[in-house]
C-alpha cells in the first residue's frame, strides 16, 4: 500500500510505507491519499498516542497549534483593521474577527501536520511534533483542524462580511492544498505559498470595512516581498534536511554559487520600494517613510552580508533581521497613520 504524503510548513513529499527516504514538509493530496489515519495501523507510525497526562495534552494541542506564529498573524489583522478603522473601532467585530482567524490559522497548521505526519518523522526538526511522535492520533488532529475551519469561517461570515471570509477560506486552502503539495515538485512552491503569508493584514482592513483598493494591496505586497530573505535564509539553513526529503527548495536544486544569497539580497533591495507604498499612497506620511528607508536598508544589509558569503552565522542574520524588521516596520506604520502626519 503506498501512501502519498506532503507536508509542514517546510517540508513533503511522496512516500512508500516500504520507502528510508522520505522527504519532507508536503501535505497529502487529495488524488493520492491513503489516509495517513490507515497508515497509523502499518508499521511506519507509531501505534499511537500512550496515555497522557493533562498537561501533556495541552502541550500536544500547543504544538498543534503553533501559538507564536498565530500570534504574529493576529498582530498583523490588528494592524490592518486600526489602519482601515480609523478612529470607528468596533470592539465586537474585532474580537469576532480575531477569534475567527486565530481559528482558520490554527486549522491550517493542523491540516499541514496531518499531511505531514510521515515526512515529519524523518526530518531532525520536526520528528519530535504530536503526530510524527505518536503523542496524538491522526483522527483527532483532523477533527481539530475540520471543527477550527468550520467554525473560525462560520465566525468570520458572521461578523466580517463574505469578502473577509472568502479571502480567508482562499488563505487556508492555497497553504494547504496548493503550496505544501508543490514543494516536492518545483521551487516556486515559496512563491505560492507567499501569497497566503501576506494576506492576515488584508483580512483585518476588510473586517473593517475596507475595500480591496490599492491600501489593501500595499500591506499584501509588504509582507508578501519580506517573507522571501526570511525563508530563503531558513531553506538554507535545512538545506541538507530538506535535499533528503526530496524538497524543491532553492538552495536544494541550485547549483550555482552563491545564488540563494543573491536571490534574497534582491528580494531585500526590492522590499525597499515596496515598503514606501503606504506613504505614495497617502496611508502613511514621511515619518514612517524614513523608518521604512531605514529597516530597509538594515535588512538588505543582512542579506548581503549573506551573499558575500552563505554560512550559518550570516543566514541566522537574515532571519533575526527580518523577525525584527517586520514589527518595526508595522508598528511605525501604524503610529504614522495616528499620530504623525
Partial sequence: MTTTLHRDTDTGSAIDKNSVDIPIDQPISATGLSLPLLASTENDLSD?????TPREVVN????????????MVLITVLMGYALAADANWNLSLLTLTLAGVAMVAISSSAFNQWWEQLTDRQMQRTKGRPLP??????????????????VGLSILSYSAGMTTTLLAAGTLVSYCVIYTPLKPYSSLCTIIGAIPGAMPP?????????SLGKEALALFLILFVWQFPHFIAIAWKYRDQYAAAGLKMLPTVSTAPRATGLLAFAYSLALIPVSLLPTLWELAGTPYCVTALVLGL???YSAFRFAQGETLKTARGVILTSVIYLPLLLGALVIDHFCLR
Fill in 133 to 150: 511522535s505518536g503523542k496524538m492520533d491522526s483522527s483527532e488532529v483532523l477533527f481539530l483542524g475540520g471543527l477550527l475551519g468550520v
Fill in 202 to 210: 488584508v483580512l483585518g482592513w476588510t473586517a473593517a470595512g475596507g
Fill in 48 to 52: 499511537g498516542p500512550t496515555l497522557r
Fill in 60 to 71: 500536544s494541542y500547543l504544538e498543534i497549534a503553533k501559538p507564536r506564529i498565530a500570534l
Fill in 298 to 300: 538594515a535588512y538588505a
